[in-house]
């Protein structure tokens, strides 16, 4: 009786967890493989909605994963082939105190030094970045609004290009940009 009890929670508290962040998914088509993200819309509802608005713009599409540091992080998601950064819409509050963290394969917003300054670009972290979540040493945090659920392999890939400096038009010179060209083809809601 007990084993049976012990595996009805078991399973309830796995459905219940599963049912917790069951939220709208995305796939990213790039030119090294696929991989979809699971977004928490409870968690994370302005940055969610933010980001679902430029991928059913098509704003993605095209783009490039510009910065790439193994070990930390791959960036994504503003800047075109030629390394121009494409105009965004205005930037969306943060919402790094949500409780979710900066842990391996979770997607996050990239910003400048200003919290409330996350526009398209995004990162996927590739380890457990634990000074990127809230509250860290400045006192703000980076939003996590979801998580890789298949296609790791392609996320791994990606992290382990080569990487370089290279010019940017109207910004100088850029570090950390893939000697081979990531594109993101297309990124799509699943239904």
Do not use: W
């Not at 990127?132 to 990606?158: C, E, H």
Request: net charge positive; charged share 20%; aromatic share 10%.
């Amino acid at each position: 009786m007990r084993k049976i009890f012990a595996s009805l929670i078991f399973c309830i508290a796995s459905l219940t967890t599963h049912a917790a962040f069951a939220g709208p998914k995305v796939e990213f088509k790039t030119n090294l493989g696929n991989f979809v993200v699971e977004l928490d819309g409870d968690k994370a509802p302005k940055t969610t909605a933010n980001f679902l608005n430029y991928v059913k713009s098509g704003f993605y599409n095209g783009t490039i994963f510009h910065r790439v540091i193994d070990g930390f992080m791959i960036q994504g998601g503003g800047f075109t082939a030629d390394m121009i950064q494409k105009p965004t819409d205005a930037p969306v509050v943060s919402e790094a105190q949500n409780g979710l963290k900066n842990n391996t394969y979770t997607i996050a917003m990239a910003r400048t030094s200003d919290p409330d300054s996350a526009t398209a670009q995004f990162f996927i972290n590739v380890k457990d970045n634990q000074a990127l979540d809230y509250p860290n040493a400045m006192g703000n945090g980076y939003t996590v609004f979801g998580k890789v659920i298949s296609g790791t392999q392609t996320i791994d890939a990606i992290r382990k290009v080569p990487t370089m400096v290279a010019n940017a038009p109207r910004m100088g010179r850029m570090a950390d940009v893939p000697s081979k060209t990531v594109t993101i083809e297309s990124a799509t809601i699943l239904k």
